[in-house]
């Protein structure tokens, strides 16, 4: 007999006839002998539903109500499945983050997770009892309710499946697992078997949207087995775990890409110590998140400092670093929306050696000009311009045979 714990997202319990569905499938799993804990997200829409409500009452929704009104969406989906299954002839039990309970700190609407006490889900667990739990929610020392954040279901699963020491960790998506690269830009991309927690980790930051990054972050902390799964049928899905040696003879994993990125560059900055401090803080007290940074000496004592935040904070940026460029007596300033980052990702790198320039050389074949590198132990990143952001993931997915390794 093993503990499973299963996530089922907003698509996956969209419809009462999807309910259903998911019933089946958590009743299958529990007549096959195992203890099973299901953690479900809002009916897909839901949420949003709810957050266009709150900003239409007020422009600035008080915190705490925001989450009470936003945990909502879970409790109907937990209420429904927890129904479906005792028509079916099932034990079941719907519990609510605070019934968990699931504890975390007060920063509402994205609270981190402090504790999670076992002994309620346990004791249902010892009577035969499918236990269902609210995802997305939780409540803090104050008894107030808190939520993770958006994508935060996929958190719950993995923080509960640690808690219970589980055996697996299944999500259930609308997607069948963990592919190489977007199917949709490459046809011929492929459903890896495994990844590692850090390839995932990886890839989640580099844009791809399968899990959410701190339910792999946690999952890597506490050595929780993930297998990302379709809801819609049974086939086998993608493993995140553990790095093991078949994974490091894999030179690259997969081909990540992000096209919700601007480049942002200050001009002729004084060439001296505390400079970056002065044109990074402040996007800092914005709340702004810079990712790629390069840096140009020049032989004046002038350097041109190039970096990358998200599309979304480019014109709050842009008017940021003008104001910094002033004071710093800077040359200028000058952005770009129209650029993308495309990436590889492989535990591989770290004992293979020519990646990199496999990667310029495939690139430069094709005419496309980097603007920017990044690197790390198992990822290069290259920016470039938007137009070419399909041709480079098309020929680097090719070029490192990512069509045609079978792991």
Do not use: W
């Not at 705490?64 to 299954?85: K, P």
């Not at 981190?112 to 803090?140: E, M, Y």
């Not at 994974?247 to 601007?262: H, P, R, Y």
Request: net charge negative; with cysteine.
């Amino acid at each position: 007999m093993a503990l499973v714990v299963q996530k089922y997202g907003g698509t996956s319990v969209g419809t009462i006839e999807r309910i259903r569905s998911v019933a089946q499938r958590v009743a299958k799993t529990f007549d096959e002998g195992n203890e099973v804990v299901v953690i479900v997200s809002a009916m897909s829409g839901e949420t949003n539903r709810l957050v266009a409500m709150a900003n239409e009452v007020c422009e600035f929704p008080n915190e705490r109500e925001y989450d009470v009104l936003v945990s909502t969406g879970e409790q109907v989906t937990i209420a429904l499945l927890s129904m479906c299954l005792q028509s079916m002839g099932y034990q079941a039990k719907s519990y609510l983050g605070s019934q968990i309970p699931m504890i975390t700190d007060s920063a509402h609407a994205v609270a981190r997770i402090k504790s999670i006490p076992d002994i309620n889900i346990r004791k249902d667990l010892a009577h035969k009892t499918i236990v269902i739990c609210a995802g997305f929610q939780g409540v803090d020392d104050l008894g107030d309710i808190t939520t993770l954040g958006r994508g935060g279901s996929d958190t719950s699963a993995v923080a509960i499946a640690a808690a219970l020491k589980a055996d697996v960790c299944e999500i259930y998506t609308d997607v069948d697992g963990v592919y190489t690269t977007d199917p949709r830009m490459v046809p011929a991309a492929r459903k890896l078997n495994k990844i590692s927690y850090e390839e995932m980790l990886e890839m989640a930051s580099l844009g791809a949207k399968v899990l959410q990054i701190r339910s792999v972050e946690f999952a890597k902390k506490y050595d929780v087995v993930i297998h990302v799964r379709s809801s819609f049928d049974d086939s086998q899905g993608t493993l995140v775990m553990k790095e093991d040696e078949e994974m490091e003879t894999v030179l690259v994993s997969g081909i990540a890409f992000n096209k919700d990125e601007a480049k942002i560059s200050v001009l002729g900055v004084p060439d001296q110590p505390g400079i970056a401090a002065q044109i990074f803080s402040p996007l800092t007290e914005a709340n702004i998140t810079v990712d790629m940074i390069i840096q140009n000496v020049s032989s004046e004592g002038k350097t041109d400092m190039t970096f990358t935040v998200p599309k979304t904070d480019c014109k709050k940026a842009v008017q940021i670093i003008e104001s910094v460029a002033g004071t710093i007596g800077a040359r200028g300033t000058s952005s770009d929306t129209s650029i993308s980052k495309v990436s590889i990702i492989g535990v591989g790198m770290r004992s293979h050696a020519g990646v990199a320039s496999k990667m310029f050389a495939t690139l430069s074949k094709e005419g496309i000009n980097i603007e920017m590198i990044s690197t790390s132990e198992i990822k290069i990143s290259c920016v470039i311009s938007d137009k070419y952001t399909e041709l480079a993931v098309r020929v680097l997915h090719e070029a490192f045979g990512l069509d045609k390794e079978d792991r």
